[in-house]
């Protein structure tokens, strides 16, 4: 990933590591996976190579913790909005089902699968929120 990103920069290995204050093999390490790229250096290569996206690839991918975070799909703006739409309305119906749910205060077993279901829709919406955040910062 950090190769790719770096060409579509237009970037040759000396001039990035020149710019991300590295030793070229170092960055060759990086980009061979030989060597755990440090989250210091995943944020400046997200900066110099106008690449945002590495941030939360690594995130997603290389950290341990943060596995647990939202990865963001490789499409254009226009798309991630009309899947944010889609999952927002979709959400929307769910929405009364978790209300009847949660008049009692409580999930009876009865109502555990519905649940389930339901915070399962809720996490696809972070997920498309996040990748219209990520799409906007591009």
Not at 15 to 38: C, F, M, Q, V
Not at 41 to 48: F, H, L, Q, Y
Not at 69 to 91: Q, Y
Request: glycine share 6%.
């Amino acid at each position: 990933m950090y190769k790719t990103a770096r060409e579509a920069a237009g970037l040759s290995q000396e001039e990035a590591a020149w710019r991300l204050h590295i030793g070229r093999r170092t960055l060759s390490d990086y980009e061979n996976h030989k060597t755990l790229t440090p989250p210091d250096t995943v944020d400046s290569m997200a900066e110099e190579y106008g690449q945002p996206k590495l941030r939360n690839m690594y995130c997603t991918e290389v950290c341990p913790l943060g596995k647990e975070h939202d990865r963001v799909e490789d499409i254009d703006f226009s798309m991630a909005v009309l899947g944010l739409v889609d999952e927002h309305d979709e959400a929307g119906r769910e929405l009364k089902e978790l209300i009847k749910i949660a008049k009692d205060g409580k999930i009876t077993p009865d109502e555990l699968e519905s649940y389930k279901r339901i915070e399962r829709k809720m996490l696809v919406l972070r997920q498309k929120i996040t990748t219209l955040k990520m799409r906007a910062a591009s």
